[in-house]
């Protein structure tokens, strides 16, 4: 049984979920070990064009919950004075009540940055990312499309993509600048863009390197990376975050 996480950093309560009708249901086509488990250690595959594969179920390892700059150094995040300010206020976790997703409101790059299961989907022209947490899709047009000029803000932005010989390389804009980056409160503002690396060093094993160019909340580009890990014998659950929300009256000032 899987138990989602409400994405706040002070709600720390957790709701169980009911097993899917699918929950155990052995992965066909991937390596295994002589004991049945999946090999994690495996080759990482590859589509038929030679395209590095990320097809699959992942989860990011969970202290990226709390803080997406969790493996960088106190002050190698170079904030802006007001954007300092503003994570100063966030980071203790007296104003959770402000976080957007505390309402259930998504964004980008906090989804990369939640302990929910994502599966993500290829297809010729679009790699798509169904989301459990928020029980969301975000899609990434590898079809040759530029950005577009003057993007209406999302909440998950506008992304295209573009493969390298072992990587799919995403720009994304158009963020809303509501959005916290994580539950630590980076800040962040329109001017965003957000270029992410997907690297698949085996077959069990995602590198997600995200760089951060936000002139207006930083100083200069800043850059981290995060590991996801193949989750096999699974499916995605129906998590609607609005539901049964009970947390927010109670993230509020100390």
């Known amino acids: 049984m899987r138990f989602p996480l409400i994405a706040t950093v002070a709600a720390l309560a957790v709701a169980a979920t009911v097993s899917a009708q699918w929950f155990k249901l052995p992965t066909p086509g991937i390596p295994r070990n002589a004991d049945g488990k999946a090999n994690l250690s495996a080759p ?40 300092q300010a503003v994570f100063d206020q966030r980071r203790d976790g007296s104003r959770g009540i402000d976080d957007p997703a505390a309402h259930c409101m998504p964004g980008m790059p906090k989804l990369n940055a939640l302990p929910y299961p994502f599966k993500i989907v290829e297809i010729p022209g679009e790699v798509i990312i169904l989301s459990e947490g928020f029980t969301i899709f975000r899609q990434i047009y590898t079809d040759g499309r530029p950005l577009p000029k003057d993007p209406v803000p999302a909440w998950l932005g506008y992304s295209v993509g573009r493969w390298e010989p072992d990587a799919l390389v995403v720009d994304t804009i158009g963020i809303n600048g509501t959005t916290w980056m994580d539950n630590a409160g980076h800040p962040h503002s329109e001017a965003l863009h957000l270029t992410e690396r997907f690297h698949r060093r085996d077959f069990g094993h995602l590198e997600i390197q995200m760089t951060f160019d936000d002139p207006q909340t930083y100083t200069k580009p800043w850059t981290i990376t995060e590991t996801a890990t193949y989750q096999p014998d699974t499916e995605l659950l129906e998590y609607i975050c609005s539901e049964n929300n009970k947390d927010v009256p109670h993230l509020v000032s100390k």
């Open 44 to 83: 990482a595959p590859k589509q038929a064009d030679g395209k590095p594969e990320f097809a699959g179920i992942w989860q990011v390892a969970g202290k990226y919950l709390q803080n997406i700059a969790a493996d960088l150094k106190p002050g190698e995040v170079p904030f802006q004075p007001a954007a």
